[in-house]
């Protein structure tokens, strides 16, 4: 039984047509989550969608003209795999977005060169290193903050049998190897990786072994290597000659992943953006605001009031001076946001 209104070129569209729109708008209003620069063109679009098939005597004209413009208009923002293509070959990067930087890792990866990626907590510099390995088609090899050379070399135990770690895998068979806080791991451990990539072998406890052609090495940390700061202060200073093997990216925080990360709760972006902002403005030290405190915000604000979820995500741990000094530091133009008047109240409560 056909339900549609015939005086109402809309619900007259066929079937296909209404699929197309649909998977077609959705997949755009689903990466404007992503990129809030979009939602503007989402908006104007799904206007002259409407005013086309209205003023249009001929549905079939107008679902034409709908469909090719939202194809051209959103065809590059669909939520689907990333599809990187490098001499490496074609491979897909599983996620709903990446970082910024991501392109430009990948191609200095992908030529062969050491990445030590470094910037502040939670900006994302270990999943980046992931997504990279994927687009390389690399197989992914971690180890975090490593104390100890032998954690990184291996050992013969006592019934002489050797243990290997990650790096070895990486070294021998192939793949990306991440090295995260770097500037937390003992100072020997650089040395040991920059031997290792400039002699293109290196000596196991269990024998020689000569480094796999697609061998990769990205080195993460909090600073630029040069030791502590008031920020990270149990950060080491690295080797000068080792770090001057390796290319530096900073990696700041992503307003896209924010985005993501808030699922559609724009206010908490805005929130957090302005809060990044009076922290640095305010000149207060050891404090952070991290891609995984947006996460924590989305999923605590579903059932907790702002005051709440800011004393849980925030707040832990800052003085009464720091928090009314972000909160002096904050923008005088987000008198709207609910998160900017919870956090003022608790600033003004202490």
């Not at 940390?221 to 080491?236: C, E, F, I, L, M």
């Amino acid at each position: 039984m056909n339900n549609s209104i015939p005086d109402n070129p809309m619900n007259t569209a066929t079937t296909d047509f209404n699929t197309l729109i649909k998977n077609r708008v959705n997949a755009a209003v689903n990466a404007a989550m992503n990129d809030p620069s979009i939602t503007k063109v989402i908006n104007q679009q799904a206007s002259a969608a409407v005013n086309i098939a209205v003023r249009n005597a001929s549905i079939d004209k107008a679902s034409a003209e709908i469909a090719a413009r939202i194809v051209k208009d959103f065809d590059g923002f669909e939520p689907r795999p990333l599809e990187v293509t490098t001499s490496y070959g074609v491979h897909q990067v599983k996620s709903k977005t990446v970082h910024k930087k991501f392109q430009s890792v990948l191609q200095i990866v992908g030529n062969n060169m050491p990445v030590y990626l470094w910037g502040p907590t939670g900006s994302g510099k270990s999943l980046l290193a992931r997504q990279v390995a994927d687009g390389l088609g690399l197989k992914f090899h971690a180890m975090n903050s490593v104390t100890d050379e032998y954690k990184l070399t291996g050992f013969i135990d006592a019934s002489g049998r050797y243990q290997s770690t990650e790096f070895r895998d990486a070294f021998e068979n192939g793949g990306l190897f991440l090295l995260d806080e770097i500037d937390a791991s003992a100072p020997d451990v650089l040395i040991t990786i920059n031997a290792a990539l400039s002699n293109g072998w290196f000596p196991f406890p269990d024998k020689r072994i000569d480094a796999n052609p697609n061998f990769r090495v990205i080195a993460t940390g909090n600073t630029a290597g040069r030791g502590a700061d008031a920020s990270y202060r149990g950060r080491t200073q690295l080797d000068a000659a080792s770090l001057d093997r390796f290319v530096m990216v900073h990696v700041d925080y992503d307003d896209r992943i924010d985005s993501m990360l808030a699922n559609g709760q724009n206010d908490i972006v805005d929130f957090i953006h302005a809060y990044r902002k009076a922290i640095n403005a305010s000149n207060v030290v050891n404090v952070t605001a991290s891609h995984r405190r947006v996460s924590q915000m989305a999923v605590l604000a579903k059932f907790q009031d702002p005051v709440q979820v800011l004393r849980e995500c925030l707040l832990t741990g800052l003085n009464t001076d720091d928090v009314r000094a972000i909160s002096r530091a904050m923008p005088d133009d987000f008198s709207d946001n609910k998160w900017v008047h919870a956090f003022k109240a608790i600033a003004e409560s202490r």
